[in-house]
């Protein structure tokens, strides 16, 4: 049997933990900031029109990644800013394009996430078991600089040997090829390592597609919401603070894939 080695985790709702009104205020924000930006640039155009324009940027955005892929950050902008006209770049100098992707990537800061109220000490416990860390993450609207930059302000970027986030990499989970370019910067195989997430799919799927054990953080997804068939996770827990407990259970009897 290969002996554990390393731990990757998922971010959002695993690490840190958000909330349905934060995700509406940081676009709400982000409709009325590019609003500004454009008024102040003498371009006149409905809120409405920039509020279709971002809902049809997030549905482009989300076609890519249901294939499991990405576009950097500042292609989503790009893409942002054609949805509401065609022409519009063309309109726009280089720094109120600047202005309209600051805005875009701040909305995180201004109605931030917090850190899981035990993600500290877990991770904490972890790496003293002497195993290597990673983090995997799909990034959605924000950009992986913004996500080290919330890390790093609240001590949790230093546990990391290695993060990779999707937009950076332009692959996305539940795609195998992720975990594996990840699995690769930590010098780990498949068989050494352990998933931890709260996605059915993206995580435990994911990892298990790509030989990785998992541990599935149940609560927020239920596998039946899935056309997935014999989504299985090694551990189920209730909850993050619970994996350490679940890490010592698969050093101590190992996993289907470990």
């Known amino acids: 049997m290969t002996r554990l080695t390393a731990v990757t985790f998922d971010l959002w709702q695993t690490l840190i933990l958000d909330t349905r009104e934060n995700g509406i205020a940081r676009s709400n924000l982000r409709l009325s900031g590019a609003n500004e930006t454009l008024r102040s640039a003498g371009l ?14 997030s549905k482009y955005c989300r076609e890519i990644r249901d294939n499991n892929k990405d576009i950097n950050f500042n292609q989503q902008v790009e893409v942002f800013i054609r949805f509401i006209d065609p022409t519009l770049l063309g309109k726009l100098s280089t720094q109120e ?6 805005t875009y990537c701040n909305a995180f800061f201004s109605h931030p996430p917090f850190p899981h109220p035990n993600a500290t000490e877990v991770l904490f416990t972890i790496k003293n078991m002497g195993l290597k860390l990673g983090l995997i993450s799909n990034t959605s609207m924000t950009p992986g600089y913004a996500f080290r930059e919330f890390l790093n302000e609240h001590s949790l970027l230093e546990y990391f040997d290695i993060l990779i986030f999707s937009d950076e990499v332009l692959i996305s989970k539940p795609s195998k090829n992720i975990f594996h370019h990840t699995l690769a910067a930590l010098n780990v195989g498949p068989g050494q390592t352990v998933h931890v997430g709260d996605h059915p799919i993206t995580d435990v799927n994911g990892a298990n597609l790509a030989g990785l054990g998992s541990i599935w953080i149940e609560g927020f997804y239920k596998t039946s919401e899935f056309d997935v068939p014999n989504i299985k996770a090694d551990v189920n827990v209730q909850d993050l603070k619970e994996v350490p407990n679940a890490i010592t259970e698969l050093l101590t009897f190992g996993s289907r894939y470990l």
């Open 44 to 57: 006149n155009y409905d809120l409405t029109e920039i509020k279709q324009a971002y809902e049809n940027c």
């Open 97 to 102: 394009i600047k202005q309209i992707r600051e």
